[in-house]
């Protein structure tokens, strides 16, 4: 236990005002002999709090022994090298409590200084911050929690178009710089309106989800993505994926729809669900739009509708460089017809 000497004196506080004052508060008071490194007293609260017995507090290797292993070093380390400059700080960290478990606390030091300018104590409070820690955590947890639903389709729980939108800006930019293919497929449901108008919309919508899990499982690659893009369309975003092996996915996907059948007596195709599937490849250039790259396979999609459905349209794609980068007239995609944009509108 401290001696009586070793005791903080108060000036002027013959009938113990201050003392009764400092150790009525929640907040721990205490105070170091920066030469010695030496605890000079700290707040009987603290037996309370953390369950080591004042006494125990001897020097500050007792405090850093007390902090958690992984809050440790850096707070000790900042602690040391503001209390050196003489600045006043605080710290936040895990107190190990004597039943060996811990406790959060917020350490606020006073740096005394002598004549010279030299540290010669620090006097601070420690504070119980538990409860703001957990309200803090669980505040994070919601935030991510809020997070994770703003990319994910309320419908299929694949990503939603926030997430593909976020996802092509980040694959078209890698892509551009490793100079590595970036594969799209757009998929859309055949005849859905009909499919619909014969089930109705629940099962419709359990259609939408059925579609959706066949395709994220049909995928095998770590960075694959699928999206719901709206309605009854679907992404699929492939990096590092060159054209031969993105068709290979759509038509793997396909045989999935057929080997797996979704009843559908409206469709002139086997009476099953079916899909239209556009695919396209590209090696990013500088001055290029993702954009474009999406509208170009847009129109691949459109070509399979075209075509009669229930089928697989793939190309390589090259996106010219807008005109003021090329120097002259050419439009941004001339690949690009109104065609692809007509069909979307119906
Ligand atoms: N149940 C359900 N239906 C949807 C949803 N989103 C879009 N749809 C329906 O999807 C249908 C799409 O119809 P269309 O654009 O004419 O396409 P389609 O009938 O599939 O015809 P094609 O694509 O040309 O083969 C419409 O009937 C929409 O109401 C959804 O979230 N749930």
Redesign the pocket.
């Known amino acids: 236990m401290f001696t009586e000497t070793q005791l903080l004196h108060l000036p002027h506080d013959n009938d113990g005002v201050y003392r009764t004052l400092l150790e009525s508060t929640k907040a721990i008071p205490w105070k170091i002999d920066w030469a010695t490194k030496r605890y000079v007293y700290v707040g009987p609260q603290i037996e309370a709090l953390l369950g080591w017995s004042v006494g125990t507090w001897v020097t500050v290797q007792d405090w850093a022994d007390r902090i958690h292993p992984e809050d440790r070093e850096q707070v000790v380390k900042h602690c040391v090298e503001l209390s050196i400059a003489g600045v006043d700080h605080e710290a936040d960290y895990r107190a190990l409590t004597a039943d060996q478990r811990y406790v959060w606390m917020r350490d606020t030091v006073h740096v005394l200084r002598n004549a010279q300018g030299e540290t010669e104590a620090l006097i601070g409070f420690m504070f119980d911050i538990s409860e703001r820690k957990i309200t803090e955590e669980k505040l994070l947890s919601l935030q991510r929690e809020l997070e994770v639903m703003s990319y994910k389709d309320g419908?299929t729980n694949i990503a939603n178009r926030r997430r593909f939108d976020d996802a092509m800006a980040q694959y078209w930019e890698r892509a551009m710089q490793t100079q590595h293919p970036l594969s799209l497929m757009v998929l859309?449901?055949?005849?859905?309106?009909?499919y619909?108008d014969y089930y109705g919309?629940v099962r419709?919508?359990q259609c939408?989800v059925d579609i959706a899990q066949m395709l994220a499982q049909t995928l095998d690659g770590p960075s694959d993505l699928v999206a719901r893009f709206g309605?009854?369309e679907f992404v699929v975003l492939l990096p590092e994926v060159p054209a031969h092996i993105a068709h290979q996915v759509a038509e793997r996907f396909m045989r999935q729809l057929k080997e797996h059948p979704i009843p559908h007596p409206g469709s002139p195709h086997g009476q099953r669900v079916t899909a239209s599937i556009g695919v396209g490849t590209i090696v990013p250039q500088s001055g290029t739009q993702s954009i474009d790259f999406i509208e170009a396979v847009d129109q691949q999609l459109y070509l399979a509708?075209k075509q009669g459905?229930n089928r697989v349209v793939s190309q390589s794609i090259e996106l010219s460089r807008p005109a003021f980068f090329a120097g002259d007239a050419t439009p941004a995609c001339p690949a690009l017809t109104t065609a692809a944009q007509s069909w979307r509108q119906?």
């Open positions: 419908l859309d449901i055949d005849f859905f309106k009909q619909n919309h419709g919508d939408l309605g009854e509708k459905r119906r």
